[in-house]
């Protein structure tokens, strides 16, 4: 990993991505201050790595909590060096029948809450002239499809304020990553498997944590900032730009409707 930093924070800790990276970070004698509203699922993560990971129960949508949580890591832990941005939600549904409280909470979260942790975290990397700021999006952040609608606006934002944080901010010692994964292997999934499943996301077989997170290190020490881990990722970004009507064909064509 070439991560050469001490303090991280990490947020959806309690589970998935966010437990695997806090683990990792661990083993590899890092401090890790570990961020989810699951106190079970924190637990969880931190289980024989209470020396290194430091539990705070947060709602990242709530700006203060996730402010008090900060300083209080960087008070206790020291530094934070690098950041995770991996909170989110996936209920899916048709955009006219979900509920409207629904919808809302995944903006709130998936997007209102990388803001949230972005502000109170950044500010302090660039003033130290050093940090990786890690932004999950996902391919659903560029190529929209049926019964995702909420997701895909959600992770459309994080796009868009990512790239934009990035070019206000290069050359500053703070190194940028905007992750866009396909379907990954945790379980995040079954929140929309429990709800409204797309077909097609059943031709896209997940891909497994780990490899996001290599990937994320790999274009860490490229100096890139886009992130498209697993097999014709990067594929499907393009074809999505240049044939926007093929996608969409194809989309109708396999949720037939």
Not at 117 to 127: A, D, I, K, N, S
Not at 164 to 171: C, F, K, M, P
Request: hydrophobic share 45%.
């Amino acid at each position: 990993m070439g991560f050469h930093g001490k303090v991280a924070l990490v947020t959806g800790a309690g589970s998935g991505m966010g437990r695997l990276a806090s683990r990792q970070l661990a083993e590899q004698g890092k401090l890790v201050a570990a961020l989810d509203v699951h106190t079970d699922g924190l637990s969880e993560t931190a289980l024989g790595h209470e020396d290194s990971i430091r539990k705070f129960r947060v709602d990242v949508t709530d700006a203060a909590a996730v402010e008090a949580a900060v300083k209080e890591a960087e008070n206790e832990l020291g530094p934070i060096d690098r950041v995770y941005n991996a909170a989110a939600i996936m209920p899916l549904g048709k955009l006219v029948e979900q509920d409207l409280a629904v919808i809302h909470r995944v903006m709130d979260i998936n997007y209102h809450g990388l803001v949230n942790v972005t502000r109170m975290t950044l500010p302090g990397m660039l003033e130290r002239g050093r940090g990786d700021m890690i932004l999950f999006a996902s391919m659903a952040g560029w190529v929209p499809t049926l019964l995702m609608g909420a997701y895909n606006a959600s992770k459309f934002a994080v796009v868009g304020f990512s790239e934009v944080l990035y070019h206000e901010n290069r050359g500053k010692g703070v190194r940028f990553a905007c992750v866009c994964p396909p379907p990954v292997a945790t379980p995040l999934l079954d929140q929309g498997r429990a709800t409204s499943w797309p077909k097609l996301l059943d031709e896209t077989p997940p891909i497994e944590p780990q490899t996001v997170l290599e990937e994320i290190e790999h274009t860490l020490e490229r100096d890139d900032f886009w992130v498209f881990p697993g097999r014709g990722t990067s594929l499907g970004w393009h074809v999505r730009r240049w044939l926007p009507n093929l996608v969409w064909w194809q989309i109708h064509r396999v949720e037939g409707w």
